[in-house]
């Protein structure tokens, strides 16, 4: 019997020869996501084979490359005759392994878009200079030799260097007769000492890549000298007990208290995923020289502790769009303290910097004149249109409810969350599947989507988002003015409740898929084009990883088209923090994105209003854009 090993866990299990990995996991309580149900058409559940052989049967899924690599779809795999180590990749748990094979997220990326180990060009680097010793007469100080030293190692004009770092710089020179390791960043042309280390440590530099999202904070922990993964975790925000949409935080933050309070809960959320990826990977945190931050307009406000009531009044001026270079100790971050902390770029108040970074991830970033949309669906929905002549940019208040938020069940799309669904039409009755194949905990985002749009299909729910009461089935209960439908009843239910989804639930979702596709039409409106008329739409955001693209356009969330103009690039934030964590080439072609976006704000285009109140229904009060839903 071959022994299954499956890191990063270290679980191990006998299972008979022939017998497939997936059924390994399954004994060893491994969560691996399988949407499809095991078939081998989604994806989603991607290993590493580390040692030992394997029968993987692979169809076309995945690159010649990625195979010999090792990379294989659990589901399709079967144990050889020898024991087996298996590295398990989780959405929200620890990833390892070399960004440029190892995250699901970076599969849906272009690798032209991608850096190569060519562009690896952090802001914060680390040398190694050796400082030549004191002498009886000289004239010069500890200070003077080390600057010496460092000016004729590395180009510069000026250098500055901190009191804290003078006080530590005798022990440091003379620890090891003057090898040390400078950590620096340029400013113009002054050298800024970040900080000094005896012996040669220049190896040793780590980075974080971090994407604040309004419901989720995502962690990614980089090795620099590589560019590689070393660990990576997803958290809900801390932030939420204080309002689930960033108008509700940005009234609580009204009072300085309350600010200090919002402030304090994300760097908490932040730090202490840190600290935990950090103690896992044997990592000093004073190593992490390099630190990249993406987040929408007001997100960033609320770390930095600056007042964002002016982003929700006109005329809707945030205090900053491009943050200036702080210190980490400025910041708040538990990392290295004198290290520069970059932060992405903004362009409008509802406009942050987490579509600065996913735009890094589409084509959208390239010399292209083909006009493609990219839509960033969460919290709030962000569009940005155009190619290489023009860009334009807007946002809309979709709400927490695709990220699970404001819904009784609702759940964000992680294990145990029910993704997919199938209504029987005769009987209301559904099939469900959840992610990692555990029992119910309750709905994601996409799973909601492919509710509505099979209830509404089989006629269970009508165009006004209402349950069918002429119809009778027991997973209907009528309670007056909102009924609501049973998914999954209580004994199949991880905590013994049953799932159901109420007719309250049923609105949140539509007035959000309401918000995002009328800000879709109004931009295409401005420059006189349709969705048919569009080369690519990219699909940005954590709960479009199980998006259905006809379920979508069932419910009117997304356009009737063709499922090949659409591309789902997942969270494109992380990846664009990512990307300009380890690549100066990219900073600036961040920079310039920003540089080049127009803002739309919708409050003050009175079409919106009459495009959103027309979208209201399922999947539109316009029959004629959802022709072949009808």
């Not at 204080?242 to 009072?255: E, F, P, T, W």
Request: hydrophobic share 40%.
């Amino acid at each position: 019997m071959p022994k299954i090993t499956f890191r990063p866990s270290g679980i191990a299990v006998d299972i008979e020869n022939g017998s497939l990995l997936l059924e390994a996991a399954k004994q060893a309580k491994i969560s691996v996501d399988t949407p499809c149900g095991g078939k081998g058409t989604c994806g989603k559940c991607l290993v590493r084979i580390e040692s030992g052989n394997v029968d993987f049967e692979n169809n076309g899924l995945l690159s010649e490359d990625l195979v010999d690599d090792g990379y294989v779809l659990i589901c399709k795999t079967k144990a050889a005759d020898e024991d087996v180590v298996v590295h398990v990749f989780s959405e929200f748990g620890e990833e390892q392994g070399k960004f440029s094979h190892a995250t699901e997220d970076l599969l849906l990326i272009d690798k032209a878009l991608l850096p190569e180990t060519k562009d690896i060009d952090p802001l914060v680097k680390k040398v190694c200079v050796n400082v030549f010793s004191a002498e009886m007469g000289d004239g010069l100080s500890d200070y003077d030799r080390f600057k010496k030293s460092v000016m004729e190692n590395i180009e510069g004009k000026d250098m500055e260097f901190p009191l804290s770092l003078l006080r530590k710089l005798p022990d440091v020179l003379r620890e090891d007769g003057g090898k040390i390791t400078v950590a620096f960043f340029m400013y113009s042309e002054t050298i800024k000492i970040v900080d000094v280390e005896p012996s040669d440590t220049s190896f040793s530099n780590y980075g974080i890549a971090v994407d604040i999202g309004t419901t989720s904070v995502a962690v990614r922990l980089i090795y620099m000298f590589e560019g590689s993964i070393l660990s990576a975790k997803t958290d809900y925000n801390a932030q939420i007990q204080c309002g689930l949409d960033v108008i509700s935080r940005i009234n609580y933050a009204r009072k300085p208290e309350r600010l200090l309070e919002l402030r304090k809960k994300v760097l908490g959320t932040i730090n202490d995923m840190v600290d935990e990826m950090s103690r896992r990977s044997a990592i000093d945190k004073r190593s992490i020289y390099n630190a990249s931050i993406a987040g929408n307009t007001t997100m960033m406000h609320l770390l930095l502790g600056i007042p964002p009531e002016n982003i929700r009044l006109d005329p809707y001026t945030p205090t900053v769009y491009d943050i200036p270079l702080y210190t980490a100790t400025e910041v708040g971050l538990d990392i290295n303290p004198g290290t520069a902390v970059y932060m992405a770029p903004s362009v409008g108040s509802y406009v942050g910097g987490d579509i600065t970074s996913g735009l890094l991830c589409t084509s959208l970033s390239n010399q292209n004149e083909d006009i493609s949309l990219f839509i960033d669906i969460g919290t709030n929905g962000e569009l940005i249109l155009g190619n290489e002549d023009f860009l334009i940019g807007c946002a809309c208040s979709a709400g927490p409810a695709f990220e699970g938020g404001g819904i009784e069940y609702g759940m964000r799309a992680s294990t145990g969350a029910i993704g997919r669904v199938c209504v029987n039409k005769d009987t209301g009755v559904c099939e469900y599947a959840t992610i990692g194949g555990v029992k119910p905990l309750g709905i994601c985002g996409s799973g909601m989507i492919a509710l509505i749009a099979d209830l509404f299909k089989t006629g269970w729910l009508d165009p006004n988002g209402k349950l069918n009461r002429d119809k009778k089935s027991d997973v209907i209960e009528i309670e007056q003015r909102n009924s609501r439908y049973i998914i999954a009843p209580a004994d199949e239910c991880e905590n013994g409740k049953p799932i159901f989804i109420s007719e309250t639930d049923i609105d949140n979702l539509i007035r959000a898929k309401a918000a995002i596709y009328s800000a879709c039409r109004v931009m295409l409106q401005k420059i006189d084009m349709e969705f048919a008329d569009l080369a690519k739409i990219y699909i940005a955001g954590g709960f479009g990883r199980y998006l259905d693209i006809d379920k979508s356009s069932t419910i009117g969330l997304l356009p009737d088209l063709p499922v090949d103009k659409f591309s789902f690039i997942g969270n494109s934030s992380i990846i664009g923090a990512y990307m300009t964590l380890i690549s100066k080439k990219h900073r600036d072609k961040q920079q310039t994105l920003a540089d080049n976006i127009t803002y739309l704000d919708l409050s003050t285009e009175h079409e919106y209003m009459d495009q959103y109140t027309a979208a209201l229904f399922i999947p539109h009060t316009d029959s004629d854009l959802f022709k072949k839903k009808n």
